[in-house]
């Protein structure tokens, strides 16, 4: 199993910035495509932005030019970028690893609370 471990998150201000960290096992990110998903109350859970393989990174609309996914292969770690945060960006943000439409495994997830 594709051992997934998020931290970063926390409260902050609109207009703030936080980062999200996610670390794995090493090779991970030459086997699966990576991804951040986030979940709000009441709400589906919902793709964020993703990076392939090759290093192509796509984003939901709602974020893009806001936030930028990376990812660190000597550390293991993926990363989510997060500026100009706006209270609606509140929720549980999880990364994944994910191959042809299946995800491999999931992590547990990290609150970002955003105040207004």
Do not use: C, H
């Given at each position: 199993q594709v051992l997934l471990v998020e931290?970063?998150?926390?409260?902050?201000?609109?207009?703030?910035?936080?980062?999200?960290?996610c670390t794995t096992s090493r090779g991970i990110f030459s086997l699966y495509n990576m991804a951040w998903y986030r979940?709000?109350?009441?709400?589906?859970?919902?793709?964020?932005?993703?990076?392939?393989?090759?290093?192509?990174?796509?984003?939901?609309?709602?974020?893009?030019g806001?936030?930028?996914?990376?990812?660190?292969?000597?550390?293991?770690?993926?990363y989510l970028q997060m500026n100009s945060l706006k209270p609606e960006d509140t929720a549980v943000y999880y990364c994944t690893a994910?191959?042809?439409g299946m995800h491999a495994s999931w992590g547990q997830g990290t609150q970002v609370t955003v105040a207004s």
């Open positions: 931290s970063g998150g926390g409260l902050v201000q609109a207009g703030g910035s936080l980062r999200l960290s979940q709000a109350p009441g709400k589906p859970r919902e793709l964020v932005a993703s990076i392939q393989r090759d290093g192509d990174q796509s984003y939901a609309a709602s974020v893009k806001r936030f930028t996914i990376s990812r660190d292969r000597a550390k293991n770690t993926m994910f191959m042809w």
